[in-house]
């Protein structure tokens, strides 16, 4: 893997406010993956990213089969009263077809079956009489009829997955039943996750009056464990810049990459900023999102740093927003755009022209509504809401029933 540059996240100088995709597409040309790949069993790969691409090794369905309980025979039959002789053997699934079935005679065959030579066409159990040996229906009935073809699913060497693909629970179905029992997947990637700021205090701790607790770790720990990347807690340290490079020099050691909240804006206490600037790697981009502050990107000995805004609600509307996607390839999947759709708004609202706007909302019978109010203090807001309206960057008069842009959580990868 080669590693990322120190200047990776340099800005032309002279930029100010980024447009959101702007800053989106910057990421996505300037990341790529930085770690390893391992071998695990295909039981152990949810959520895992595939570092090769997997070719089927084996057809699904391997032989032409009934998709239903039944009876088999050659050939469809027309309108009318069918009765056809059966065989004495029956096909169970799992079994090896031996007998071809004689032309005029049906077999009992049952789902999964492989067809038997003088089999293409199997009708309904539901659909017969039993009687005498034979068996007595009305037509017509179609050739091929309930049955499926070898590789209708997938073929040998067919290409069923690729490099960067998240495997889905649905993909281990997938990669089983074509016979893949093992795959090459990324290492985890190990997120480093600290809180900054001499006003925090740890649930459970006293909180003297004007201390607050910190409310961020643990709200970035889990969206790390959801977006499917290995969280490393790296705690919390005060507004001091020993302190908070001794952290960074510690975790560049255990993680791939590192998110602060705090401190990452240019005023005095903003420590994590003025460190990356010491680096001389560091670049504050200012991008227009609300809620958010600048985002400081800079790297710390060839670890990548993302400075995230203190306040929680930005923390989380940042993470989402250009956490997840960078994350993601910095773990080896693929770039992932934002996943919403438009559905009628359950509000109204009047936006100026300037910056992107992320409202904390729900849907509820069919419409979006969003949290009464804006306040990017509301944690309770985040908790109430199940995705975030996206809104344009340019002016926007929004009334009840217009279409608005909705991002569920697992919009954005979690
Ligand atoms: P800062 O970006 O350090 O200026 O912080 C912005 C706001 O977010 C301040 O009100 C901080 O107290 C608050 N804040 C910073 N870190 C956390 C945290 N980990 N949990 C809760 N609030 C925080
Ligand atoms: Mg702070």
């Given amino acids: 893997m080669p590693p990322l540059k120190n200047d990776c996240f340099a800005l032309p100088p002279g930029v100010h406010w ?68 059966l065989v004495a053997q029956h096909m169970p699934a799992g079994a090896i077809p031996d007998t071809s079935v004689p032309a005029g005679t049906a077999i009992r065959i049952l789902t999964g079956a492989a067809l038997p030579d003088g089999v293409d066409t199997v009708i309904l159990q539901e659909d017969v009489t039993v009687k005498d040996g034979a068996i007595h229906f009305t037509g017509p009935i179609k050739q091929g009829s309930n049955t499926r073809k070898a590789g209708e699913d997938a073929k040998t060497g067919d290409a069923i997955a690729h490099t960067g693909r998240k495997l889905t629970p649905a993909d281990l179905a997938l990669l089983s039943a074509v016979g893949v029992a093992e795959v090459a997947v990324r290492q985890l990637l190990r997120v480093g996750i600290l809180s900054t700021g001499d006003e925090l205090k740890q649930p459970g701790e006293d909180a003297g009056p004007g201390q607050i607790y910190d409310a961020n770790r643990p709200m970035l720990h889990g969206l790390i464990t959801q977006l499917g ?142 949290f009464a109010s804006e306040g990017s203090g509301r944690i309770s807001g985040l908790s109430w809401a199940e995705g975030l309206v996206d809104l344009p960057d340019h002016a926007i008069s929004i009334t009840q029933g217009d279409l608005v842009r909705f991002i569920p959580w697992a919009g954005f990868g979690t």
Wanted: aromatic share 6%; with cysteine.
């Fill in 18 to 85: 980024t447009p959101v995709d702007e800053a989106l597409a910057d990421l996505r040309t300037r990341l790529s993956c930085v770690v390893g790949t391992e071998t695990i069993s295909v039981a152990e790969a949810l959520g895992r990213i595939l570092a090769t691409d997997i070719t089927a090794p084996r057809a699904h369905p391997p032989l032409p089969n009934t998709a239903v309980d039944g009876y088999g025979f050659l050939n469809g039959r027309g309108e009318g009263d069918h009765h056809i002789p």
């Fill in 229 to 370: 990347h290995d969280p490393v807690d790296l705690g919390h340290v005060p507004d001091n810049l020993d302190s908070l490079r001794t952290r960074f020099d510690d975790a560049a050691l255990k993680t791939d990459v590192i998110l602060t909240s705090g401190g990452a804006s240019a005023g005095d206490a903003d420590h994590v900023s003025a460190l990356l600037n010491e680096a001389g790697a560091m670049a504050l981009w200012r991008i227009a999102i609300k809620p958010g502050r600048p985002l400081a990107l800079g790297m710390w000995d060839a670890t990548p740093v993302f400075g995230l805004p203190g306040n929680p609600v930005a923390a989380m509307v940042c993470t989402l927003v250009f956490g997840a996607p960078a994350l993601a390839t910095l773990a080896g999947a693929h770039w992932t755009d934002l996943q919403g759709f438009m559905v009628p708004a359950a509000f109204s609202k009047t936006k100026k022209a300037g910056r992107r706007e992320f409202l904390r909302a729900r849907m509820r019978d069919g419409r979006v509504e969003v």
